[in-house]
C-alpha cells in the first residue's frame, strides 16, 4: 500500500483546510487509518483515527470539535477536514494505514504500517 497526502497549504488562522490522502491497492479499503502531525523541533503526535468500517472515529484534544476525519472507500481515500484553525496546528500532517484485523481505533505511532509523505500546514496569526 502506498499512500499520497496532499492539500496543505498557508491558511490564516481561523480559517479551513482539507487533507487528502490517496491510496493504491485493493485491500486499503479495509485497514484503519489515521492522520498525525509534526510540528518542527517536536515529536510525531496523533491527530485523528477512523476504523476499518469508517463508523467510529477518535480525535486528540486539541482538535476535537475542530478536524474530521473521514474516509471514502470507493476512491480509496481518506480526508482531514481541518476548521478553525489555530497557529498551534502548524505543522507536517502524514496519513497512516494499519491493516487491523478488530475494527479499532489506533492512536499510536506503532499501530500503523503504512504512512504517506508530510504535507505542510502553515497557520499565520
Known amino acids: 500500500v502506498q499512500l499520497q497526502a496532499s492539500g496543505g497549504g498557508l491558511v490564516q488562522a481561523g480559517g479551513s483546510l482539507r487533507l487528502s490522502c490517496a491510496a493504491s491497492?485493493?485491500?486499503?479499503?479495509?485497514?484503519?487509518v489515521g492522520w498525525f502531525r509534526q510540528a518542527p523541533g517536536k515529536e510525531r503526535e496523533f491527530v485523528a483515527a477512523c476504523s476499518r468500517s469508517g463508523l467510529s472515529t477518535l480525535y486528540a484534544e486539541s482538535v476535537k470539535g475542530r478536524f474530521t476525519i473521514s474516509r471514502d472507500k470507493v476512491k480509496n481515500t481518506v480526508f482531514l477536514e481541518m476548521n478553525k484553525l489555530k497557529p498551534e496546528d502548524m505543522a507536517d500532517y502524514y496519513c497512516?494505514?494499519?491493516?487491523?484485523?478488530?475494527?479499532?481505533?489506533?492512536?499510536?505511532?506503532?499501530?500503523?504500517?503504512?504512512w504517506g509523505q508530510g504535507t505542510l500546514v502553515t497557520v499565520s496569526s
Open positions: 491497492g485493493r485491500t486499503f479499503s479495509t485497514y484503519a
Open positions: 497512516a494505514a494499519n491493516p487491523a484485523i478488530l475494527s479499532a481505533l489506533y492512536r499510536r505511532l506503532s499501530d500503523y504500517t503504512y
